[in-house]
């Protein structure tokens, strides 16, 4: 539509910048700056907390010591703790990979009645707080003995991590020419000698983004594990809010020092992540524009 | 592959593929949720209704929505529209883009105990916060961050502020660049760009993105306990809900607060979306690829 007169006739007001806008602009740039010093000052207090001798209302504790990383680590029964994270996380991250990477081929691939309902089923609990479906899950769970047991705490945990495998794949899945599939069934591929030789490598980086996400989230899934868990089946975070809960019991510096750890290993994985999957492409992906 | 008859599908196996999905989801959250819904309507004593009249009936029960509500609402509110400036600022693929989100994801990974242990902590009474205050003479007086209504805004703030913004910058930079550079060739100011051509685009998103902040929000359980006052100004309805399981052991009743607090969740979210149809009737997204 526009030729190359039309755009040189422009007067090329670009560089001029307006001083509404680079006000705008600066106050942008400050409420982050505001934002971003006050949660790192947060989280230097914490640190700070979780290596001080004792820390009473000064700028800076009176002295300094590590003790209270490896008397965390006693107290809370940090390696139990962690091995239950652990099986936990794991289980969920391959257990929604196995089941929710072939339902979102269907969903990608197939036109069928009633597939809005499937995906408004997959859709709603990511709609409703894990809190509200985590009540009637851990009622029947309790009922059927399942509450406490490490079995119940996976299932649980897996309910809102399969939807998500399932909306992030969708788009993935859909994106690969379907053209590949049919070569491989020309050469006469059966539908999972199709899926296992074509789609999952081709799938790879996607579904590696999706099992890091799911691992993230499990890690900070505190209400289903919470509702869910007996005395020995807590993940961290169900642990740490509970020494806090009972403030008093524990030393303030040993719980810092625990969430510093949980904060260093879910940062861990979540760069890790954000490795294979840049974070604004989590919902919608465009093709590279060359920016000039 | 798509004009196969109706019988047919039965022999595909793609569409079998999608059945551990749908079973588990049938066992794990649409049966329990019938149980609960069932469960609700058979109080330990009284009729049918016994426990739905019981909590809008009850002060500390049925005030606990609006007290979700004042919480929710308006630290979603704050959430995106920092978010949308901020992330429109970041639209860019650059260096500075990549630092920028990867410093603001940070707070994704604090955690509720960090955070809650942290505000006591920087925000209390003799925290860095209230030092530096005093030290530059800024505000003098008692700061009272924590064990309230405040506190529990603004650890809903740290917490959901970096996924909003994932979220709305992820939907910006869906919008395919040619359209905000035509719009600039026509001599459109950046925020003319914004208003005209990103804002009606990424409309459909920020209601999405709205909704899944506010889900969030709205189950604020950890935080209300640890910074805020579970007793009075912030018993949101997860409170009520896990107080009548796990310790009056009344099923029937948390059965009824979970129904009740998934209805006002869902009004919610059918309002946003609702109206977001009454706004804008286009393409869902931009340029998606």
């Known amino acids: ?292 | 592959m798509s004009s196969q008859t109706a019988g047919s599908r039965w022999r595909d196996p793609a569409m079998w593929m999608a059945a551990p999905a749908v079973i588990f989801m049938l066992a794990v959250f649409v049966y329990p949720f019938i149980h609960g819904l069932i469960l609700s309507f058979q109080p330990l004593e009284g009729g049918m209704l016994s426990n739905y009249i019981k909590f809008f009936s009850t002060d500390n029960l049925w005030m606990t929505i609006g007290v979700t509500l004042k919480l929710a609402l308006p630290a979603t509110l704050i959430n995106i529209l920092i978010a949308v400036p901020v992330a429109y600022r970041l639209r860019h693929k650059t260096p500075y883009q990549k630092i920028a989100t990867t410093i603001l994801v940070i707070p994704i990974t604090l955690g509720t105990v960090l955070i809650a242990e942290g505000m006591l902590t920087y925000f209390g009474p003799k925290g860095w916060f209230a030092q530096i205050l005093q030290t530059l003479h800024i505000y003098e007086g008692a700061i009272r961050l924590t064990h309230n209504y405040a506190g529990v805004v603004i650890s809903l703030v740290i917490s959901g502020f970096p996924f909003a913004f994932l979220l709305i910058l992820s939907y910006i930079t869906g919008i395919d660049p040619v359209l905000p550079r035509a719009a600039a060739t026509l001599g459109a100011t950046p925020f003319n760009q914004f208003r005209y051509v990103i804002f009606p685009l990424i409309l459909p998103g920020l209601a999405m993105a709205f909704c899944l902040s506010f889900v969030q929000a709205f189950s604020v359980f950890p935080s209300a306990v640890l910074l805020g006052s579970p007793a009075g100004a912030t018993r949101v309805i997860s409170i009520a809900a896990y107080e009548a399981a796990f310790e009056n052991y009344d099923y029937s009743m948390a059965s009824a607060v979970a129904m009740i607090m998934g209805a006002v969740q869902l009004g919610v979210v059918v309002i946003v979306l609702g109206a977001r149809n009454l706004f804008y009737r286009g393409p869902v997204t931009g340029g998606k690829g």
């Open chain 1, 1 to 292: 539509m526009m030729t190359s007169q039309s755009i040189s006739r422009q007067p090329a007001p670009k560089r001029r910048t307006h001083w509404a806008s680079r006000a705008w602009s600066g106050l942008v740039v400050g409420l982050m700056t505001f934002f971003l010093i006050n949660v790192g000052l947060m989280i230097a207090s914490v640190a700070t907390n979780s290596v001080a001798k004792r820390w009473l209302g000064t700028w800076l504790p009176n002295g300094w010591t590590l003790e209270w990383y490896s008397a965390a680590w006693q107290e809370f029964q940090l390696g139990d703790v962690l091995l239950v994270t652990i099986q936990v996380v794991l289980s969920v991250v391959v257990l929604s990979i196995l089941i929710g990477v072939p339902a979102a081929y269907t969903l990608a691939r197939r036109n069928f009645r009633g597939k809005k309902l499937l995906t408004g089923l997959f859709l709603l609990p990511l709609m409703i707080p894990p809190i509200t479906y985590g009540i009637p899950l851990a009622t029947l769970m309790y009922e059927l003995h399942l509450a406490g047991t490490l079995p119940g705490v996976i299932i649980a945990n897996l309910l809102p991590a399969l939807p998500f495998v399932i909306l992030v794949m969708t788009p993935f899945i859909e994106q690969i020419d379907p053209n590949l599939e049919s070569a491989a069934r020309v050469f006469g591929a059966r539908t999972f000698t199709m899926f296992r030789h074509v789609l999952v490598p081709l799938l790879a980086p996607g579904i590696l983004a999706a099992s890091l996400l799911v691992l993230v989230r499990t890690i900070a899934m505190f209400e289903l594990t919470f509702l869910t868990a007996g005395a020995d089946t807590q993940t961290l975070v169900v642990a740490l809010y509970y020494s806090v809960f009972a403030a008093g019991v524990r030393a303030s510096q040993s719980i810092d020092a625990m969430a510093m750890v949980y904060m260093i290993v879910t940062l861990i994985w979540l760069l890790i992540a954000m490795r294979f999957v840049s974070p604004t492409q989590l919902v919608s992906r465009v093709k590279e524009h060359p920016q000039n």
